[in-house]
């Protein structure tokens, strides 16, 4: 045997695959083992491939060196097990040729090795078809949405009952009232002397002697602030529950203007200028006007709220609007006691005020060399601060809507209340706040082919189910017939304006015109309803009951009033056919409702089942109330917004105008009258604004 063939004898057995399956091409390499890799993969397995296929043909022997050396075996390689022994030449050794292997094991092991060398996350970036930009991968994987948080309940704290409540705000408002008249006629004393001395009238021991001014303003102040004391109470008190109020900056202005008439008394180097206490005086009687009628406000709010322990209904709020509910008073007090827009606006920028007088007090006085002049220049300064309008923004307009609410039998909770109830400008309606009690009535009744008595407790009871407004329509033809109501299985709405139900297994439909031709029940030609309801048993009419409804004047102004202010309505009607264009049809034509789907109708009807905090109470029947107290609220909030703004405007502008002029010492245009009637007309928009 030649050498060549021993050779090709030798390796034939060791070849595993037929030569014709060795034969791959790169695709079906690539598919069997992840074609759908990156391009790099690709390219290090075809240059593995190509690297390896020399090895796959018979290597030729190694010619051997002339003298007798024995060749280095393959590092820990077995000797194929299933061979036989073959027998050795004996002059020369052929060394073992190492085991083939097959192109699946090469591209096996090469592909295993390189996917571990570029081992690199599932989602990687890619390239845009257009773009030469690298596109960053933005798929995430998001994990299950955790559960909602359920929404806090606002807590109650001690509260009095309502009339305890409001036999205390009786007392305070009487107190706070009774010294209000004499604190004017007091301050009014220093105005009047001024006045008349800038007619050029010479007063005698007042014209040109400042001593004797200031011991009068003394006693005006002095007089002024005991009788306004409560002013002074309350300063202190809000700033104890860390809140700066314009009471407790007219109170430090007192104080300012009574120590600045002793330095009138005692130091030679003050400026031969008239005090500014009489301004003092009368920002304490604003001050005390503005407590009093806030007294009011709450006496009258909870003289209301003690009509009833249980009242018929209460206003909320909730996402959508103002919703009334089923009546409760817990709850009410604590929102009624919680501070108001004003309060919360001033405690944000008085501080300022209060800190920049003390600051252009002493840039005017010491800074100028004239020490002896600060504390008329933070009398001046502060009074500036402190207008007449403060005190007013939020006791004027709460007292004149309380006694409005006083006499439409309802009452609402503060400015906590009132705010969150006119957030939304929407508020809920449903068919007894369009269609009270008797504006439903019944013009006729035609029935094909049933009793009288079944038509009658067929109808009832699916307009009992349906809750709507005709369900008091529907039960006194059951009582005038002497029938009973039935039980009824798969109650269900449809938005087509309709319901359906199973009784006694019969199936029972209950609706408009449209309605039953939907359900394909054949109605006759000869009926033309437009706000007709028809009853019919297995798809065949039974009956058909010719409804009227008749518009109340109060709800035809309530919607007017409701458009006027900008509050939509949320029609959460059940009965078919309240509809927007029936509503148009019997109020003005200008009436906007905002009308959900049906399922939303449903579930905003069945809110008015709740008992949530009360915002509101209503003692009255009708939507009248019911928007008197949203429309009220609106206008309360904007009101205290509007006469806050100004008032803190005043403030600003008032401070930084009195600080230039006696920076200037132009005491002679800063006279205390010019100072008041500046205060006066930056208070007369407050005014407007509350309506008085």
Known sequence: MSEHQETTKYDAPLTDVPPLVEDFSLEEILAEYGGSREQKIMEDVEQAVREAEPSLEPEEPPVQPSRRTSPKKPEKEPAPQALPPEPKPQLEAIPESPRPISLEEVVGST?????????????????????????????????????EPEPEIEPIGPELEPFEAAEDYRA????????????????????????????????????????????????????????????????????????????????????????????????????????????????????????????????????????????????????????????SVPGFYTTAMRENGAVLWQTALLPVVLVASIVFAGLSSLGQGRGSDFLLNWSAILAAGATFSLPLCWGLPFSKLARHLQKAGC???????????????????????????????????????????????????????????????????LRSELGRYEEADDFSFYEEGGWSASIHGESV??????????????????????????????????????????????????????????????????????????????????????????????????????????????????????????????????AVRRSAVFGLLGSIVGTLLVFYMVFQAAYGLLTPLLLEVFLLLWTLPVLIFSGN
Request: glycine content about 6%.
């Open 111 to 147: 592909v295993d090795a390189v996917m571990e060398e570029n081992a690199k996350p599932l989602l990687k970036s890619r390239r845009g078809l257009f773009s030469r930009r690298k596109l960053e991968e933005t798929e995430e994987l998001y994990e299950s949405p955790a559960p």
């Open 172 to 327: 305070e408002y009487r107190s706070r009232k009774g010294g209000l008249l004499p604190a004017l006629l007091t301050a009014l004393v220093p105005v009047v002397l001024m006045g008349v001395e800038q007619y050029g009238l010479v007063i005698p021991m007042w014209t040109g002697d400042f001593r004797f001014q200031s011991i009068i303003l003394m006693a005006c102040l002095a007089v002024t602030a005991l009788l306004c004391r409560q002013v002074i109470v309350k300063g202190i008190i809000m700033l104890r529950r860390k809140h700066c109020v314009s009471e407790l900056l007219i109170s430090l202005s007192v104080l300012s203007a009574l120590a600045d008439c002793g330095a009138c008394l005692l130091l030679p180097d003050r400026s031969l200028v008239p005090p500014y206490g009489a301004v003092a005086c009368l920002a304490l009687v604003f001050a005390q006007w503005g407590i009093s009628r806030e007294s009011r406000g709450l006496y009258d709010t909870f003289r209301t709220a003690s009509l009833d322990d249980e009242p018929p209904y209460l206003v909320t709020d909730t996402d959508q609007g103002a919703c009334k509910q089923r009546g």
């Open 411 to 477: 009452a609402v909770a503060g400015w906590s209340g009132a705010e969150k109830i006119s957030r939304r400008r929407a508020m809920i309606v449903t068919d007894a706040d369009l269609f009270p009690p008797g504006t439903i009535q019944l013009n006729g009744i035609k029935i094909y082919g049933e009793e009288r008595q079944k038509v009658m407790a067929y109808a009832a009871t699916m307009a009992r189910y349906a809750g709507c407004g005709l369900e008091r329509l529907f039960d006194g033809l």
């Open 509 to 638: 439909l209950l609706g408009t015109v449209s309605f039953m031709r939907k359900m394909d029940v054949r109605i006759p030609g000869d009926i033309k309803l437009k706000t007709g309801v028809f009853l019919a048993v297995d798809r065949h009419l039974v009956a058909v009951f010719a409804v009227k409804y008749n518009p109340a004047e109060n709800v035809d102004f309530a919607l007017r009033i409701m458009r006027c202010t900008h509050i939509t309505p949320i029609l959460a009607s059940r009965d078919p056919n309240i509809t927007p264009a029936l509503l148009k049809r019997k109020f003005h034509k200008g009436v906007r409702v905002e009308y959900p789907d049906l399922t939303t109708r449903v579930a905003l009807s069945e809110a008015e089942h709740d008992r949530d905090l009360p915002r509101a109470l209503l003692f009255r029947e009708g939507l009248l109330p019911y928007a008197e107290i949203v429309v009220g609220s609106r206008r309360l909030c904007a």
